[in-house]
Each structure stands twice: as C-alpha cells, then as structure tokens.
C-alpha cells in the first residue's frame, strides 16, 4: 500500500518566521508603537518589523483599498471561470464595468502613496 501524499488544506508556508526577536522600550515607547501599528491596522511586533527592514506599511486606507482590489480580482477570477465553463455567456459590458473598477482603485492606491 503506497502512502498517499496530502493534497488537501493549505499550502505549506515557506519562509515560516520561526526566530523571535524581543526588545525593550519604556512605557512611552511601548505606547507610541502600539499607537502607530494601530493607526496602519497592524499589530505592534508587524509594525515594528517593517519598520526595521525599512518598509513603510501601508495606512488602513491603502490596506482596505488593497483589499477592494483583491474582492474584484476574485469576482473577475470567477466570472471568468464560468463562462469558460460555459455556464455564463461573456458579457463584455460586465467586463468593462469590473476593470474599470479595478483601474478607478488602482490610481486611488497610488495617489495615497504619492500623499
């Protein structure tokens, strides 16, 4: 009997953060960071990591127009899919709608990153 290979769940992460890195910092200190990891929708250690390799996080405005991007990415993913299926006749005027969209969101999330 052959061992079956697990194809199910989600895929392995391959670079796992596995080491911990702690620092110290006054009360004031502690507070200012957990108020700017607050202020970009992170937690304070994501934060605090970011900054260190010398990213700039994104404001909860990028994140949540990130995610918006990503919504319509999905719906278009699955739209796509079922007319490939056949299911659904391709609607060009749809189409055109949703990448719209996606454009509108796009010079959206670059303007916030010019500011």
Known sequence: MQKRKNKGGRPRVKNLRSVFFGF????????????LAAAHGLKPGTFARVKALGGNPPSKAQRAEILSLVRLGHLLNQFVRQVHAGKVAANADAIADVLNDIRRDLRELILMEKR
């Open 24 to 35: 110290r910092a006054t009360p004031a200190e502690a507070a200012q960071l957990r108020e």
